[in-house]
């Protein structure tokens, strides 16, 4: 979608997350260097509404998710005493970071993360709901929740279906991380760079997500995770309806017609 370019920062959770537009590009910055970019309940919340925001917000599109500093994506929840997810509260019938799951399921602009360093515990849900990622060659990503004494129960949501069934055994019963080169070679990253070249390499990838079509990602995101738990029969009768009225968009009038002539699309994103 063409927009006119603009800038735009602030800050969320008692200024612990950063949020930074440029143009059509949202980054969400985990600012607690000071504390490996723990996750607070602020922080999740935080993030569950930068998150909701940016998907009903068509001009958005992409989210990129980082933490700040060179050594930490996201070391997990803070368990300091305080604002810590590990708070107990039997009246919450929901919890942050459940409820940032559900966002991020019905949200319909893609995700990168920006895997700047050691990504473990929560900060593996957060790492999971990212649709692409790519990692600094010296990341370590892990579950060490048995460690003392939890599982890492609510994350296995994102992470089920994103980890060989295997690794994803070890890595929650053992507590042992793995390396950016293993999470590479089996098939949770899109691309291991070193420390110099990670912006450089998140920014291709950016790029080439608004080179295509807006509508056809955010009408593509919500079809795949629609199709999650349906039959193939319950599959296909899915697709056969969702095809026609995708063709009839302007966009794709628009692409077809770009590519007869070709020329680069000029995307309105409807």
């Known amino acids: 979608m063409t927009s006119d370019f603009r800038v735009e920062s602030s800050v969320a959770a008692g200024g612990d997350l950063l949020i930074e537009r440029k143009d059509m590009v949202v980054r969400l910055t985990l600012h607690r260097e000071h504390r490996r970019n723990a996750l607070t309940n602020d922080v999740l919340n935080g993030l569950c509404a930068a998150v909701e925001a940016c998907s009903a917000d068509a001009s958005v599109r992409v989210i990129v998710l980082t933490g700040a500093g060179p050594k930490a994506f996201c070391a997990g929840a803070d368990l300091s005493p305080g604002d810590t997810p590990f708070q107990p509260d039997f009246a919450r019938l ?30 593996m849900g957060l790492f999971g709901m990212c649709d692409m990622a790519v990692a600094v060659d010296d990341a370590v990503f892990g579950m060490p929740e048995v460690k003392i004494g939890i599982f890492p129960m609510q994350i296995l949501a994102v992470l089920r279906d994103l980890i060989p069934a295997r690794y994803l055994n070890q890595m929650c019963m053992t507590g042992k991380p793995i390396s950016a080169a293993t999470a590479a070679s089996i098939g949770l990253l899109n691309q291991v760079v070193p420390a110099a070249q990670l912006d450089e390499a998140v920014d291709e990838l950016v ?32 697709a056969e309806t969702s095809i026609s009225p995708m063709i009839q968009t302007d966009d794709a009038r628009e692409g077809l017609a770009a590519f007869n002539e070709r020329r680069t699309p000029n995307w309105t994103g409807r």
């Open 94 to 123: 929901q919890l942050p970071m459940a409820n940032l799951f559900r966002a991020v399921h019905a949200c319909h602009v893609p995700i990168v993360g920006r895997i700047n360093g050691m990504c473990l515990a929560g900060g």
């Open 207 to 238: 790029a080439d997500l608004i080179r295509v079509s807006p509508i056809a990602l955010r009408r593509g995101k919500y079809a795949m995770r629609a199709v999650e738990s349906m039959s193939f029969h319950e599959l296909m009768a899915f």
